[in-house]
């Protein structure tokens, strides 16, 4: 049986700018994915580089009092240098300026422009030099570049024209045939949607009056290709197409990780011009979301363009990566704080994986001076967390599969969890207490042991330092790939009885958060009285049945049979929740995505209006809106409220 490969790429990053957060996440993301495949045992290629022509490096460039090319090299750089910081391991980095790439171009550009898809015109436009394109009235905001805020330029000019209109109808039946061409599905709708339009052909050169920093066309020497045409195709001319062997054996089983603000290229150009030139059709783009910092997108000119190598620095390469693909769901939006990173880093990393790590191997140590008794057979059964293991497993494989990260994650979280609690079921600290029950003790310290071994293995793909340091830790020998592929990682009972381990060092230590003291002498204002009646008095006790639970909105949509209900699907932690919520009058599906609320969690699940609902989300009633109860930081999913 032929061994399954695949090919993953980042876009090559524009390099009018040094990296910033949103190329950390990208990257980070396929190499994550491409760490998970090696895991499952597929051949694996990594892609990613950087894009060096047109009007904005030509800008950056006279800014800085230098030449393009010069300017070119020395941000393409900034780029191959953060990778081994990230803990990145890509296997090619590719530059539009390399003459490899350039030769590919070239012989594409000649292909269809012989073919006949290719023609020379005269236009009229608006064009944007923020994006180095041309944009149609429907497509402005306001009569205003949607990306950069302000009013294209009308251009008149003569160009060549790539006719996409041609191939709009193939186009469309190919998304609507190949279920996953284009995840997450929203953004496989937002292209169906954009398609439903007619589809302008596409000007693909600059002429050389106005820009000489580019690839000159085959055909006319007066002329440079657009940016976009020339970047797309490093996905191929990186692999060495036509007759290379990295093509033959990668392409087409390739996913493409993109960000969505540049989903229209790779989703509508990119396959058109394959079509064009004989090429088949990539295997999917994974889309994800934006981060947003300081509230909103990350923008240079509002100041809120995060620093990757700063943030390391701060709290570390593997805390980093966990929180990037812990905290955004792929494809929605998420927030950047610092305030998220040191919650999570406390509560996900200190609390719960390092503190189990160090009291299972504390207790081993202190009870047993290290040695693993082994368990009892009698016993195993009894003490087996081999089950919750396999659904740990069997859960981080699924969500992998679809990229879903954060799912993967909680996967492994929920394992931990369900460790912490069969440490205080199960007491080791009594059972060491009564000789009796040695053989208790060590079966129940075995069973831990083994727990935090195959944690150890299903982090690597996000935190491979850290998985390193517990497997070194648990005495395993690192396999010389670097990791244990997943038929390994099962079966059960893999750690040796007798062998012995030290107590641990700290993986994570805690992070100390400063309150800011409130401002003295601050003006309170005076709460208006409270109209309706108090409720019946309850105790303590009777409050203490509710299990309220900060929650984030990953999804919602209008229930159509209802002017009010929303159904809503929550993240809690270790586990998602479909809630329907009463709220549609003063929340409008968009708006609520992404909000952070409170649940009651342990309400009974009832059915309302023929829709599960498992839980109840907080609102105070106002002038006849309802207000979201929430929170003034950003808290983890899952986080009790008191």
Same mark, same amino acid.
């Given at each position: ?6 090919? =993953? ?16 996440? +990208? ?29 904005? /490096? ?48 070239? !012989? ?25 394109? $041309? ?45 996953? $061409? ?26 050389? +009056? ?36 990295? =093509? ?16 229209? &290229? ?10 064009? !030139?004989? /090429? ?9 979301? =934006? ?80 040695? /693993? ?7 195993? !059964? ?39 609690? *069969? ?22 310290? *075995?069973? %831990? ?8 293995? %299903? ?6 330092? +850290? ?35 030290? #107590? ?10 400063? #309150? ?50 929303? #159904? ?34 342990? %309400? ?31 808290? %983890? &999913? ?5």
């Amino acid at each position: 049986m032929e061994k399954k490969r695949q090919f =993953f790429t980042t876009p090559i990053y524009y390099v009018n700018a040094k990296p910033h957060l949103g190329h950390a996440y +990208t990257s980070i993301a396929a190499d994550v994915a491409t760490r998970f495949k090696q895991m499952d045992n597929q051949e694996t290629y990594f892609l990613t580089g950087t894009d060096e022509h047109g009007d904005k /490096i030509v800008q950056a460039a006279e800014k800085q009092n230098t030449s393009p090319k010069a300017y070119a090299d020395q941000i393409s750089q900034l780029f191959q240098d953060i990778l081994p910081l990230l803990q990145i391991k890509n296997d090619q980095f590719i530059r539009t300026t390399d003459p490899e790439h350039i030769q590919v171009v070239t !012989a594409i550009l000649t292909k269809i422009h012989d073919s006949g898809d290719i023609y020379f015109a005269s236009y009229e436009g608006l064009y944007c030099f923020g994006c180095e394109r $041309f944009y149609q009235e429907r497509e402005l905001v306001d009569g205003k570049c949607p990306d950069h805020g302000v009013a294209p330029e009308k251009i008149k000019e003569s160009n060549y024209f790539f006719k996409m209109s041609k191939y709009q109808e193939w186009l469309i039946d190919h998304i609507n045939t190949h279920e996953n $061409f284009i995840q997450p599905d929203q953004y496989k709708n937002e292209i169906l949607s954009f398609l439903k339009e007619p589809l302008e052909d596409l000007c693909i050169s600059r002429p050389k +009056t106005r820009l000489t920093w580019g690839i000159t066309l085959p055909f006319d020497p007066d002329y440079v290709t657009y940016v976009w045409f020339d970047a797309l195709v490093n996905y191929v001319s990186a692999l060495g197409y036509p007759d290379g062997d990295k =093509f033959k054996r990668f392409w087409p089983t390739t996913r493409h990780f993109v960000a969505k603000d540049i989903i229209k &290229p790779h989703g509508i150009y990119w396959p058109i011009m394959l079509k064009a !030139a004989g /090429i088949d059709i990539y295997e999917g783009l994974n889309v994800h979301g =934006f981060w947003n910092v300081k509230g909103s997108k990350m923008s240079k000119s509002i100041g809120n363009v995060t620093d990757p190598i700063e943030v390391t620095k701060e709290f570390g390469v593997d805390p980093f990566r966990y929180f990037l693909m812990r905290e955004m769901v792929f494809g929605l939006d998420a927030n950047f704080t610092e305030d998220a990173i040191v919650a999570r880093i406390n509560a996900d990393l200190a609390n719960d994986l390092g503190n189990l790590f160090s009291r299972i191997l504390s207790m081993n140590t202190r009870y047993f001076k290290g040695e /693993i008794m082994g368990q009892d057979p009698a016993l195993a !059964a009894q003490f087996s967390l081999e089950a919750n293991a396999i659904t740990a497993i069997d859960g981080f494989k699924e969500a992998m599969e679809r990229c879903q990260f954060h799912k993967g994650l909680a996967s492994i979280w929920a394992f931990i969890s369900t460790m912490n609690k *069969y440490i205080d079921t199960n007491e080791p600290w009594s059972l060491a207490k009564d000789p009796s029950k040695e053989s208790a003790l060590g079966t129940v310290l *075995y069973n %831990l042991i083994e727990g935090v071994r195959v944690v150890s293995c %299903l982090i690597y793909p996000v935190m491979p330092a +850290t998985s390193h340091k517990m497997q070194r830790a648990l005495g395993l020998e690192i396999p010389t790939k670097g990791f244990f592929a997943l038929d390994q990682i099962l079966p059960w009972a893999q750690i040796k009885k007798g062998a012995s381990l030290d #107590k641990p060092e700290i993986l994570f230590p805690r992070i100390d958060i400063k #309150k800011s003291a409130s401002p003295k002498n601050a003006p309170v204002k005076k709460a208006k009285a409270f109209k309706p009646a108090l409720k019946e008095e309850i105790s303590i006790e009777d409050f203490s049945k509710i299990d309220l639970r900060a929650a984030t909105i990953l999804s919602a949509e209008k229930i159509e049979t209802s002017n009010k209900l929303v #159904k809503l699907v929550v993240d809690l932690g270790a586990q998602t929740r479909q809630v329907i919520a009463g709220i549609g009058k003063s929340y409008t599906p968009q708006e609520l995505v992404g909000k952070q609320v409170i649940v009651v969690a342990n %309400l009974k699940e009832a059915q309302i209006m023929g829709e599960l609902s498992q839980g109840m989300v907080l609102a105070a009633s106002h002038k006849k809106e309802l207000i979201l109860s929430g929170f003034e930081k950003d808290l %983890l &999913p899952g986080n009790s409220v008191k």
